[in-house]
C-alpha cells in the first residue's frame, strides 16, 4: 500500500475473468468453471458484461432488480441520503429514513400490519420472524410455542436457521448439524408429476397436510406456519387457489401464526402488490427484501401486526424485542425503499408488470407449451418458468439464450424468467424469441 493516489485500472475482461477464477467464491456456483458472467454495468432492462457484450436482463439480477438499472429517481434519492446521514439505529436511536418508510409501509398494508423491524437480506428477515414469532408467544404464556413449520420444497434462505427451515440437500448435507424446532410440511404438488413419471390422476397434498403436522406435532408447540405464495425457488409454483385462505384458517383455529414469505413475490413481482392479495387474507407476519430497494442496496423488512408488535412491551429482560443488527434500518436502503415504493405506485410500474406478465406467460404458454423436450410451463406475472425434461436440456437452452443476447436463470430442469417490471412487450417478445430457438436448437442438436 502506498500513499499516493492513482487513478483506477480499468481491467480488460480477460483480467477480470482471471482475477474472478482466482479470488471470488461464487455462490451456488461449482469452484473452478473457468469463466463466469461479469457484470460491470447496467441501463434500463440491459447489462453489459466485461468483454463489452450487452444482454437483457430475464432475471432482474437475483429477481430484485425490479425497476432496472441507473434509474435516475432511485440513484438522486441515493446520492442524497449518502449526503446527509448513512446510518443510525439501535439502543433508543433511529433515523428518519427509516420511521418514515416504516410508517409507508404500514400504510401501503393497511391495519393490523402497522410495525415493522428492518434487516439486510432476505435470510435475515425470516430469521428475525422466527425470534419474533417464538418471543410473541413467550409473552403470551406459551414458551413451549416454538416450532416452525414450513414446505418442504419451499425456500427462505441459507443463514444456518433458515438452512434448518428450507429443506434441501444443497443446504443440507455437510453443514449439520443444523438448529432444532423446524419441521416440514408435504408441498401441495403432485410426487409423480415433480418426477416426470406418466401416472393416473395427480394427487396433491392438500391445506390438509399442514393441520396434520400441527396435530403431529401438537398444537400447543407450533409458533407458526412460513410459506411463499409462489415457490421461487422451489420451481415458480403458485400455490393452489385456495390454499392460503385454507392455511390461514388452520393457523387460526390452532393459535399459529401465519409468515408470508413475500420475499421474491411482493411489490409488484406478481402483476400484484403482493401475491397473498389474490387471496383476500392477511398474514401475522410478512417478509419483504429483493425488490423493497430494487437491488440498490441490501434491505428487508419483517412487517407485523400490532397484537405481535406491542407483545413485545411484555418482556420481562428488556420490555422489547431483542433482535437487531448493526445496520438495521440503514438510512441509505431506507431511503431507496421509500423512492422504490414511490415510483411502483406513480409511474404505474405494478400496472406494467401485470401486464408484461400476462404477455410473458402467454407467449410462453402459447408458443413453447408441447415443444420437445418441455414438460411444463407456469407462472403468474413476471415469474414465469418453462420446465424441461434433463438439466442438460435446462441448460443448453440458458446458453442459447445467453449466445442470443438474453440472460435468463436456471436450477435443476427449470429455467425462469423474471425481467425487470419495467419490461417492455417489445422486450418480452425477445426473450420468448430468445426461448423459443434456444427450445428448437436444443431439439435439433442433443449434448
Ligand atoms: N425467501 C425467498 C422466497 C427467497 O427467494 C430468498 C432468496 O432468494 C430468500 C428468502 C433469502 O433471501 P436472501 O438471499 O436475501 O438472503
Redesign the pocket.
Known amino acids: 500500500m502506498t500513499g499516493t493516489s492513482v487513478a483506477p485500472r480499468v481491467h480488460t475482461g480477460e483480467e477480470l475473468a482471471e482475477l474472478d477464477h482466482r479470488h471470488l467464491l461464487h455462490p451456488f456456483t461449482p469452484v473452478g468453471v473457468s469463466e463466469q458472467l461479469v457484470i460491470v454495468s447496467g441501463q434500463g432492462c440491459e447489462v453489459t458484461d466485461s468483454h463489452g457484450r450487452s444482454y437483457l436482463d430475464g432475471r432482474s439480477g437475483?429477481?430484485?432488480a425490479t425497476l432496472g438499472y441507473g434509474h435516475p429517481r432511485v440513484l438522486a434519492a441515493l446520492r442524497e441520503q449518502s449526503e446527509k446521514l448513512m446510518t443510525y439505529a439501535l439502543l433508543g436511536a433511529s433515523n428518519e429514513a427509516a420511521v418514515l418508510l416504516a410508517a409507508k409501509l404500514a400504510e401501503l398494508y393497511g391495519e393490523p400490519l402497522t410495525h415493522s423491524l428492518f434487516c439486510?437480506?432476505?435470510?435475515?428477515?425470516?430469521e428475525a420472524a422466527v425470534r419474533i414469532v417464538r418471543m410473541y408467544h413467550a409473552m403470551r404464556g406459551q414458551p413451549e410455542r416454538t416450532t416452525v413449520l414450513s414446505l418442504a420444497e419451499?425456500?427462505?434462505?441459507?443463514?444456518i436457521a433458515?438452512s434448518a427451515m428450507?429443506a434441501s440437500p444443497l443446504l443440507w448435507a455437510g453443514c449439520g448439524p443444523l438448529p432444532g424446532g423446524f419441521a416440514h410440511v408435504p408441498t401441495p404438488r403432485c410426487a409423480a408429476c415433480a418426477t416426470g413419471a406418466a401416472h393416473d390422476g395427480c394427487v396433491v397434498p392438500g391445506p390438509e397436510a399442514l393441520e396434520e403436522a400441527i396435530l403431529a406435532h401438537g398444537a400447543e408447540r407450533v409458533a407458526a406456519f412460513i410459506v411463499?405464495p409462489v415457490?421461487?425457488?422451489g420451481g415458480i409454483r403458485p400455490l393452489p387457489e385456495g390454499y392460503l385462505r385454507a392455511v390461514r384458517e388452520i393457523c387460526d383455529r390452532h393459535g399459529v401464526l401465519l409468515i408470508l414469505?413475500?420475499?421474491?413475490?411482493g411489490l409488484g413481482r406478481t402483476g400484484v402488490w403482493f401475491a397473498h392479495q389474490r387471496e383476500g387474507i392477511r398474514p401475522d407476519v410478512i417478509?419483504t427484501?429483493?425488490g423493497l430497494t430494487s437491488g440498490y442496496v441490501?434491505f428487508?423488512a419483517v412487517t407485523m401486526t400490532s397484537t405481535v408488535a406491542e407483545a413485545f412491551a411484555g418482556d420481562p429482560m428488556l420490555g422489547g424485542l431483542r433482535h437487531g443488527h448493526t445496520t438495521s434500518g440503514h438510512a441509505l436502503g431506507a431511503a431507496v425503499a421509500l423512492t422504490v415504493l414511490d415510483v411502483l405506485d406513480t409511474d404505474g410500474v405494478v400496472a406494467n408488470a401485470a401486464a408484461a406478465g400476462e404477455r410473458l406467460c402467454g407467449q410462453l404458454a402459447q408458443r413453447l407449451g408441447g415443444l420437445p423436450g418441455v414438460r411444463e410451463v407456469r407462472g403468474v406475472g413476471l415469474l414465469a418458468a418453462v420446465e424441461f425434461d434433463s438439466f442438460m436440456r435446462a441448460a443448453q437452452v440458458v446458453g442459447a439464450c445467453r449466445a442470443a443476447g438474453v440472460i435468463v436463470r436456471c436450477e435443476g430442469t427449470v429455467l425462469s424468467v423474471a425481467p425487470p417490471l419495467v419490461v417492455t412487450a417489445e422486450q418480452v417478445d425477445r426473450i420468448v424469441d430468445a426461448l423459443y430457438a434456444g427450445v428448437l436448437a436444443a431439439d435439433a442438436a442433443p449434448p
Open positions: 437475483q429477481y430484485n439486510n437480506s432476505g435470510s435475515e428477515a425470516n419451499g425456500y427462505h434462505g441459507t443463514t433458515m428450507t411463499e415457490l421461487g425457488v414469505d413475500e420475499i421474491t413475490t417478509t427484501a429483493k441490501p428487508a
